[in-house]
């Protein structure tokens, strides 16, 4: 079967570093935008209004078993997920805002290339009416750079994404809607119940606070802290699916709990057997 190579690329939006390129494999890289590039940002911010310049591209070249019938046929079927799967994991490596609403596809390497674009309506890339200090741009220089290239190595595993997909799809979902902190919650919560409740239907919220409590700290005070945050979070995810106001969601909390979420989902993707035996672990390996 033959093998056909197109190229893609999306301006990130609230991107900075001060590398020129930053490598995550060798089909995906971070990179300072050509004239050309720059140019066509240019002309689609004038045909879409919601289409704005950055300083940063995310460039991917996807190999396909089927020739490309008609300009733009791949983007929605193939390079929209691998950019939402990118822009996942790079929620994963560090807190921060980032986004897109272009997707470009090259038609040829001539000078002066050919192109088809598609825009996308991102809701928000950061958290509605947050603090300032919250909004804040997602920044990668320096040693993290190098750092990002390596934590794209030891977890960009295609089969545990597969595993997780649902978990991880929340966690990004946290960051992406035109969200409350009770939305963004309630994301989060989803995740976590993904991760840590496989075939769970009893005692849910005293199962979850207990294995994260073990899996994320190593130690009496830290599993304590843990479990007691979960119990009063899972208390309010509680009473919002039924029905009822809760006020006192706000944005410290909610960023502590994707911290769990994100350091949960790390566990996972290098140990994805873990969901299925996760009580067996702790008997083996819990110690107080």
């Not at 919601?50 to 733009?72: R, T």
């Not at 979902?173 to 409350?180: I, N, V």
Request: hydrophobic share 40%.
């Amino acid at each position: 079967m033959n093998e056909f190579q197109f190229e893609f690329f999306t301006p990130l939006l609230n991107f900075t570093s001060n590398k020129k390129l930053i490598t995550l494999s060798n089909d995906i890289h971070i990179r300072k935008p050509t004239s050309r590039e720059i140019e066509i940002i240019k002309e689609s911010s004038k045909k879409w209004s919601n289409v704005k310049e950055s300083e940063y591209l995310l460039c991917l070249i996807l190999k396909i078993n089927e020739p490309e019938e008609e300009p733009g046929q791949f983007i929605n079927k193939y390079a929209k997920e691998e950019i939402e799967k990118v822009l996942s994991f790079l929620r994963l490596f560090q807190e921060g805002i980032i986004g897109y609403n272009l997707i470009v596809h090259k038609l040829s390497n001539e000078i002066n290339y050919p192109y088809t674009a598609v825009t996308y309506f991102t809701p928000a890339v950061y958290i509605k009416d947050a603090p300032a200090s919250y909004r804040k741009i997602y920044s990668v220089s320096g040693d993290e750079a190098e750092k990002l290239e390596i934590f794209f190595k030891d977890y960009f595993f295609e089969e545990s994404l597969k595993e997780l997909n649902l978990a991880i799809d929340y966690f990004s979902k946290s960051y992406q809607e035109r969200y409350t902190p009770r939305d963004s919650f309630l994301d989060l919560i989803i995740s976590l119940e993904n991760l840590f409740l496989k075939g769970i239907t009893d005692e849910l919220s005293f199962r979850l606070r207990l294995r994260m409590a073990f899996l994320l700290s190593d130690d009496f005070d830290g599993r304590k802290k843990i479990y007691d945050f979960m119990r009063a979070a899972y208390g309010k995810r509680s009473k919002l699916v039924h029905g009822e106001s809760v006020n006192s969601i706000d944005y410290d909390s909610l960023f502590e709990l994707r911290q769990m979420v994100r350091e949960s989902i790390k566990i996972f993707i290098k140990n994805p057997k873990l969901r299925d035996d996760i009580d067996d672990f702790i008997l083996k390996n819990g110690r107080l």
